[in-house]
């Protein structure tokens, strides 16, 4: 079983900064790809910025120039780094991972964590 746990929410004012943070263990062989994403009151889970074992970054429309994630994969952790916050990116915030069991395990999606709750607005 792999569990996440995601840390580093709070509250700013509109354009301040937060820094998530989210760790990843159990039976991991390999983390192929890690991904932030949010779920806002009433709206559905949205995908924000995932990074590959790679290094390689996507974001989503909303959070282009403003997010930055990066990972460490000698401790299973992804980081999100958000700047310029806006009320609108109120919403929980999780993390998941694309990862291998052992060599030549099928890649599988982790379990959500609990999430950690980002709110810019005064």
């Known amino acids: 079983q792999v569990q996440v746990v995601e840390s580093g929410g709070g509250l700013v004012q509109p354009g301040g900064s937060l820094r998530l943070s989210c760790g990843a263990s159990g039976s991991i062989f390999r983390i192929n790809a890690m991904g932030w994403y949010r779920q806002a009151p009433g709206k559905a889970r949205e995908l924000v910025a995932g990074?590959?074992?790679?290094?390689?970054?996507d974001y989503a429309d909303s959070a282009k120039g403003r997010f930055t994630t990066s990972r460490d994969n000698a401790k299973n952790t992804v980081y999100l780094q958000m700047n310029s916050l806006k009320p609108e990116d109120t919403a929980v915030y999780y993390c998941n991972l694309e990862y291998y069991k052992h060599y030549g395990a099928v890649r599988t999606f982790g379990s959500w964590g609990q999430g950690t709750q980002g709110t810019g607005s005064s």
């Open positions: 990074i590959t074992s790679a290094g390689d970054t």
